[in-house]
């Protein structure tokens, strides 16, 4: 079985400053997404990102998958009190197109 | 506008009390997901289903039933619900699922089972 870790769990952070949070898998992923989730609300689509060493910029948040396609990360630059949310990687590389795993991911909390 | 829609959107009951969430889609989806979330674990699988009478297990499917007799409509059912099924739930929906087609999720149902 697939395990998809997140890192940190938890970040609070100044509004202005930068932050990087990771997803790393026990396994090739086959394809990443990552979501953004608001409190009260359901996980919403960011990006997805397929190839190796890919680069997607998303306004201020810049998405890197690694070369092996085992890890990927997300930067923010100069963060927002709108940034604040849940963020979740998940991929499909349990060997199944039908189903997504999802990491436990980092609750990032922006304060003005 | 396109959406997913659950209800209730919180919901209260005693353990033994068989109750149904709903959820509807307007976006003509093929895929249809049931996910709880706790916190720690993330989002697990409930169930899914590929299409109209065509639904399977995910990680964690005791304890819960669906039916997918429309494709509009996943509703999720419990039987006989028990303090352990107390969580938020989250229905997906996503066209001809494939790896790179986003999942559509609706705003979550909060249930507490005493």
């Known amino acids: 079985t697939q395990l998809l870790e997140q890192s940190p769990q938890f970040l609070s952070i100044q509004e202005g400053e930068n932050l990087t949070v990771y997803c790393n898998s026990s396994?090739?992923?086959?394809?990443l997404q990552w979501y953004r989730q608001e409190p009260g609300e359901g996980p919403v689509l960011l990006v997805t990102?397929?190839?190796?060493?890919e680069v997607k910029k998303l306004k201020r948040l810049t998405f890197q998958f690694g070369d092996a396609r085992k890890d990927s990360s997300l930067h923010i630059t100069a963060a927002q009190p709108g940034d604040t949310g849940l963020y979740l990687c998940?991929?499909?590389?349990?060997?199944?197109?039908?189903?997504?795993?999802f990491g436990s991911g980092t609750q990032l909390t922006v304060l003005p | 506008e396109a959406q997913v829609t659950q209800n209730p959107r919180y919901l209260i009951t005693v353990t033994g009390k068989k109750l149904t969430v709903t959820c509807s889609q307007n976006?003509?989806?093929?895929?249809m997901s049931w996910y709880r979330q706790d916190p720690g674990l993330g989002l697990r699988q409930i169930y899914y289903?590929?299409?109209?009478?065509?639904?399977d297990k995910g990680d964690v499917p005791e304890g819960y039933k669906v039916s997918r007799k429309e494709k509009r409509n996943f509703p999720l059912i419990l039987e006989s619900p028990s303090p352990n099924q107390t969580s938020l739930y989250f229905c997906?929906?996503?066209?001809?699922?494939?790896?790179?087609?986003?999942?559509?999720f609706g705003n979550g149902t909060r249930l507490t089972v005493t």
């Open positions: 997906a929906s996503s066209g001809l699922f494939s790896t790179v087609r986003p999942l559509h």
């Open positions: 396994s090739v992923f086959s394809s």
């Open positions: 990102v397929v190839t190796g060493g």
């Open positions: 998940a991929d499909s590389a349990s060997g199944s197109a039908r189903q997504l795993t």
């Open positions: 976006m003509n989806h093929e895929y």
């Open positions: 289903s590929m299409n109209v009478e065509v639904t």
